[in-house]
């Protein structure tokens, strides 16, 4: 069975740090990109960063840039996301998704995505 699952969520105070995980199993995790996500309460899910198939590519919306940092580990299936100077507007459930191939910069947004985590809650208090 295809699975994605995130853990590292948590709450921190403004201005802190999370590194969330994202395992896989089931599927050749080394050919999928892996996509992060995030819904806030009442908003819409949000893209905020991609990493290719191969760790070659990145992307990441505005909104996270210079702050979050995408990458991974073939080797245990596992990638991550490392959340420096968290904010308040940061609070929100965290998703992590799997799609073949690379990222396509903001079209990686509107792909498909073949599996999808259960999410992980983060708060910031300010």
């Known amino acids: 069975e295809e699975q994605l699952v995130e853990s590292g969520g948590g709450t921190v105070q403004a201005g802190g740090s999370l590194k969330l995980s994202c395992e896989a199993s089931?599927?050749?995790?080394?050919?999928?990109?892996i996509g992060w996500f995030r819904q806030a309460p009442g908003k819409e899910r949000e893209g905020i960063s991609c990493?290719?198939?191969?760790?070659?590519?990145?992307f990441y919306e505005n909104a996270v840039l210079g702050r979050f940092t995408v990458f991974r580990n073939d080797a245990k299936n596992t990638a991550y996301l490392q959340m420096d100077s968290l904010k308040s507007d940061d609070t929100a459930n965290y998703y992590c998704?799997?799609?073949?191939?690379?990222?396509?910069?903001?079209?990686?947004?509107?792909?498909?995505?073949?599996?999808w985590g259960q999410g992980t809650p983060v708060t910031v208090s300010s």
């Open positions: 990493i290719s198939s191969n760790g070659g590519s990145t």
């Open positions: 089931g599927f050749p995790f080394q050919d999928y990109a």
């Open positions: 998704a799997a799609g073949w191939g690379y990222c396509l910069g903001k079209s990686s947004w509107t792909r498909e995505w073949s599996y």
